[in-house]
């Protein structure tokens, strides 16, 4: 322990006393360091805000859409069936048409969907102001009419517009209910203008008084799975076994997807970064090499007056190891500038070092530090004290 | 062994060939030599001799090829690297031509060095130096580093960083080589000095004038050592 301070002083000493060449030295581990940091911290960033984007979207949801409906067409009273499954909370049925949208001489593309009142729950929407379409509304096929809080933006010029009235396919609405702001920005981009109507009245603007998309939560969040297995069971009974007729989405294997490719993704780049440390690494080492034929004389000196083979050796390894582990620190420190940096330009997405990559670019850098000083710090080592110090350097 | 005293240093047979270009080369040829306790010897040979490499051997920088060498009741040349390397640390105390100290470091810390190395702690090291450091008279300089210093005030620190470690025995190379006359004698006196506090030295010069301040000289002559009358 002892042995190991006197040469920690000793390493420092020797890093101290030239810093340019420690910091040249230094400055492979730094880009190496930097790049692992950065690009996995960038990956993972951005992956993260895609997830969350989807997830905000609703994870627990499952998208069926009936492709061939082989004669016996899915029918509202069919989502009944299928929220009663043990497995699935809600379902509401989506029919969708796009139509230009008039507000006094303001005249927008809006995109209309036709859906029931579970609909507001199984997607995770709030209202800022209202209420949302009613079964009373589907059931009377009422011309009422929920808007986005960008519909409303976009077509009134305000966002507190109950009572108004909007006419679209030639029908006037009755705004009931505007929804609040979407903070995520992919599901603003998603929906776009989007006016909601009862189902019935949708239905029938759009001449297609079948149900097409069905939209179902999970009872349990974490059971998507299962929920998708009943949902899958449900329609290939109603369908004939025929599983051509529909396609089922579940949310989360969208999200398990793109971990996986996000993934795939932190590997590959980080492994690029991982290269450029190990070119740092040997960077370190001929940097070593050269302290170590220039300090001939010294280790000549050291051994004359005692030092064992293990001391230099710890002495030069140690040396190593602190230029890698410098490297290391300001690699970090760096990486933690240019994130903030990038967080700032991205805007919404904010990009964060987890714990878990500082602790793998420190462990790879020590790994570098010990791996490529073992071949100088052993060749100090093993120089003979007499040719040590006839040494003229 | 005149004075009665354990030997120091017991040489038997020592013999070292080195390999020059396909050559023999029989650097010692069955060398022999005593070194009593508390006793000033000289070495003295022209280049070439073998002085310096029956310096090395004395100092356990090297080992001999054959015979026997009994340093402070220690048999050396069994000893491993390892091993040599602690009894340069604990026994020996080298003072060298170009006084070898390490520029980056202060006297002070030149002299902490081998007790560095026995693992001293940092309060018995200071105190250890310092009185190292002021048995050469160089208390002031403690905290000058090699390069702010005269040559004959580097040559002390190296004294005393020989000192320090208390060795068996002070094995100095050419100790005035680099120096002027009135420095080397100054060195000479500081020698004698420590001779007189009971150390023992072996010296080794080529010059005669530096060799007969010794107590006793011996003479190596192509590899072969023989006592003077």
């Not at chain 1, 067409?73 to 048409?97: M, Q, T, V």
């Not at chain 1, 809006?110 to 079964?135: E, H, K, M, Q």
């Not at chain 1, 220039?294 to 293990?310: D, P, V």
């Not at chain 2, 306790?37 to 100092?59: A, D, R």
Request: charged share 20%.
């Amino acid at each position: 322990m002892m042995m190991f301070l006197q040469s920690l002083r000793m390493a420092l000493g020797a890093i101290f006393s030239s810093k340019m060449r420690s910091f040249l030295t230094m400055l492979g581990i730094i880009i190496g360091v930097t790049a692992l940091v950065v690009m996995v911290s960038l990956v993972s960033g951005a992956s993260g805000a895609v997830t969350s984007e989807i997830t905000s979207l609703g994870n627990d949801m499952i998208l069926v859409s009936v492709r061939d409906d082989k004669g016996n067409p899915l029918r509202l009273a069919d989502l009944e069936g299928i929220a009663a499954l043990e497995e699935i909370s809600e379902a509401a049925p989506a029919g969708s048409f796009n139509a230009s949208a008039k507000y006094s001489y303001n005249e927008e593309y809006v995109s209309v969907t036709g859906t029931t009142a579970a609909y507001y729950t199984i997607r995770g929407l709030t209202l800022a102001s209202g209420r949302f379409i009613r079964t009373t509304d589907v059931d009377n096929s009422a011309y009422v009419a929920v808007l986005s809080h960008d519909a409303a933006q976009e077509l009134f010029g305000r966002a507190d517009v109950l009572g108004e009235r909007l006419s679209t396919g030639g029908r006037s609405f009755l705004v009931v209910g505007v929804l609040a702001e979407e903070n995520s920005m992919m599901a603003s981009m998603m929906s776009g203008l989007a006016v909601y109507v009862p189902f019935t009245v949708e239905a029938s603007m759009a001449g297609e008084p079948y149900v097409t998309t069905v939209y179902a939560s999970s009872a349990d969040p974490d059971g998507t799975a299962d929920a998708e297995t009943a949902m899958n069971q449900y329609m290939l009974k109603r369908f004939d076994q025929d599983a051509d007729a529909f396609q089922l989405i579940n949310m989360s294997s969208i999200t398990d997807a793109l971990d996986s490719v996000s993934g795939t993704l932190t590997l590959l780049l980080g492994g690029i970064a991982a290269i450029s440390l190990l070119v740092g690494g040997v960077g370190i080492m001929n940097i070593m090499l050269v302290s170590v034929t220039e300090r001939t004389k010294e280790i000549g000196i050291r051994k004359a007056i005692g030092a064992s083979r293990g001391s230099i050796m710890t002495q030069f390894l140690i040396e190593a190891l602190l230029l890698s582990l410098f490297g290391c620190a300001f690699g970090l420190m760096l990486s933690w500038l240019i994130l903030e940096a990038a967080t700032i330009i991205a805007g919404s997405i904010s990009f964060t070092m987890s714990l878990s990559t500082v602790v793998l670019a420190v462990g790879f850098s020590s790994a570098i530090g010990l791996i490529f000083g073992m071949y100088p710090a052993n060749k100090a080592a093993r120089k003979h004290p007499i040719e040590a110090l006839r040494y003229d350097g | 062994m005149e004075n009665g005293a354990a030997p120091v240093i017991s040489m038997q047979d020592i013999t070292k060939i080195y390999h020059v270009g396909g050559e023999e080369v029989r650097a010692l040829d069955h060398a022999a030599m005593r070194v009593a306790e508390g006793e000033f010897v000289s070495v003295v040979g022209p280049s070439g001799s073998g002085k310096s490499t029956l310096m090395n051997i004395i100092g356990c920088l090297d080992v001999a090829d054959s015979g026997t060498y009994v340093l402070d009741g220690q048999d050396i040349l069994q000893y491993s690297e390892r091993q040599l390397a602690r009894i340069r640390n604990r026994k020996i105390g080298f003072v060298f031509q170009s006084f070898n100290l390490l520029a980056k470091m202060t006297a002070e810390e030149n002299v902490e060095l081998p007790l560095i190395y026995q693992g001293l702690h940092l309060t018995e090291r200071k105190e250890r130096a310092r009185l190292a450091l002021e048995r050469v008279g160089l208390t002031d300089r403690s905290r000058h580093r090699p390069a702010e210093l005269s040559g004959g005030q580097q040559q002390r620190v190296a004294v005393a960083r020989a000192l320090a470690t208390n060795p068996a025995i002070l094995l100095a190379d050419e100790p005035t080589g680099n120096l002027d006359s009135k420095t080397g004698a100054d060195i000479m006196r500081l020698f004698r000095e420590l001779h007189e506090a009971g150390n023992t030295i072996v010296l080794i010069t080529h010059d005669e004038r530096i060799a007969v301040l010794a107590q006793r000289s011996v003479r190596i002559m192509d590899g072969r050592v023989e006592e003077d009358a």
